[in-house]
């Protein structure tokens, strides 16, 4: 367990819906990170926050948007879905930026 | 942009056999580098790190990795295979001035013969 917790595990939604994704870094973690995995494009990153502010953008679709709440849990919100956004989401926290911890990840199936 | 290449998709080792997982990356200086492994259904744990010093790193499970600057690999060793290291590997380069993003390479899926 990596102390890091995501919610819900799974979800299963239509095109054309949003949802939200939530992650909880590690107690003391300030930086959280997204990643998405599928199977055409394995690993990648999507965003970084740090402490309530973004810090990097990897490869985030404009339908997607991130926030750090001041209690440090984020949330990854996902609009006007599409098949190709089935995937997995991890989130990651670090408290100094190098060690990433890693959730259990959610298990987004648009339908 | 930095890229981590594993070369082997899958591979198979017999149980109490030695196993080596390769690990390329290019970058022009040296990254932070680290292994981690994902079982069917779970996240991603992280099995060990280099960030500089010592080459020969030790992780958890018995993994070690060796950093060699001059092949540009961080490959992952372990001298003796349980079957339960079977699962998917993945090598994975940090940079501090992008965020610290993690950039993956594909894995490499472990199968362990009886």
């Known amino acids: 367990d990596s102390g890091v917790t995501q919610t819900p595990k799974h979800l299963i939604t239509a095109t054309g819906q949003r949802v939200t994704l939530r992650c909880s870094p590690r107690s003391g973690d300030l930086s959280v990170y997204w990643y998405q995995q599928s199977l055409d494009q394995g690993l990648q990153f999507l965003i970084h926050?740090?402490?309530?502010?973004?810090?990097a953008k990897g490869n985030i679709l404009e339908r997607f948007s991130a926030q750090q709440f001041p209690d440090l849990h984020s949330e990854l919100n996902l609009s006007s879905l599409e098949l190709g956004d089935s995937a997995l989401y991890f989130c990651?926290?670090?408290?100094?930026?190098?060690?990433?911890?890693f959730g259990p990840g959610t298990r987004l199936t648009v339908t | 942009a930095q890229s981590v290449t594993q070369p082997d998709i899958h591979i198979t080792v017999s149980e109490g056999a030695s196993l080596e997982l390769r690990c390329n990356y290019s970058y022009g200086a040296t990254p932070y580098l680290f292994w981690y492994v994902q079982s069917p259904g779970q996240g991603l744990q992280l099995l060990l790190k280099y960030f500089s010093g010592d080459t020969l790193v030790q992780g958890i499970k018995g993994f070690e990795a060796e950093f060699k600057r001059s092949q540009s690999s961080f490959n992952l060793r372990k001298p003796s295979v349980h079957w339960s290291d079977a699962a998917e590997y993945f090598c994975a380069v940090g940079l501090n001035n992008a965020g610290n993003m993690l950039t993956f390479g594909g894995g490499t899926r472990l199968m362990v013969k009886p």
């Open positions: 926050y740090y402490n309530g502010e973004e810090r």
């Open positions: 990651a926290s670090s408290v100094d930026n190098y060690e990433q911890y």
